[in-house]
């Protein structure tokens, strides 16, 4: 996922959604800020890209620097679609992030891990 840069009127790059499979897991890397306008495309985006079947999903947010309701909106609908089959992890949010995750109940919610390698070693819950 990327906007073409000219789109960029705040000088913040746009959002970028890399994905990879490791260990079995389809491991979603986003870097950039997710706010309302990122966050439609990242909601679209991470939805097309979801695996079928048996889902083990790991979203990285190590690379984000804000987050606000809207991009937290996006990750739950992710959360949805794959909690009945498989597993969803959420690895590396930073104290900003975090904070959104803990304000809003989520941290509760998601299966939260302080990096992508812990997130990947832990039993399936």
């Given at each position: 996922m990327s906007a073409d840069p000219s789109d960029v009127t705040d000088g913040t790059?746009?959002?970028?959604l890399t994905q990879d499979e490791r260990d079995g897991h389809t491991v979603f890397v986003l870097e950039g800020d997710i706010d309302l306008e990122s966050s439609r495309t990242l909601r679209a985006d991470l939805l097309a890209a979801l695996p079928s079947g048996d889902e083990k999903v790991v979203v990285d947010l190590a690379r984000v620097g804000f987050m606000d309701s809207s991009g937290l909106a996006a990750l739950v609908s992710a959360w949805k679609v794959v909690r009945e089959r498989g597993s969803f992890r959420v690895a590396g949010a930073n104290e900003v992030v975090h904070r959104v995750l803990t304000i809003t109940g989520m941290e509760e919610v998601?299966?939260?891990?302080?990096?992508?390698d812990a997130a990947l070693r832990a039993p399936r819950a």
């Amino acid at each position: 996922m990327s906007a073409d840069p000219s789109d960029v009127t705040d000088g913040t790059p746009p959002l970028q959604l890399t994905q990879d499979e490791r260990d079995g897991h389809t491991v979603f890397v986003l870097e950039g800020d997710i706010d309302l306008e990122s966050s439609r495309t990242l909601r679209a985006d991470l939805l097309a890209a979801l695996p079928s079947g048996d889902e083990k999903v790991v979203v990285d947010l190590a690379r984000v620097g804000f987050m606000d309701s809207s991009g937290l909106a996006a990750l739950v609908s992710a959360w949805k679609v794959v909690r009945e089959r498989g597993s969803f992890r959420v690895a590396g949010a930073n104290e900003v992030v975090h904070r959104v995750l803990t304000i809003t109940g989520m941290e509760e919610v998601f299966d939260l891990h302080t990096d992508v390698d812990a997130a990947l070693r832990a039993p399936r819950a």
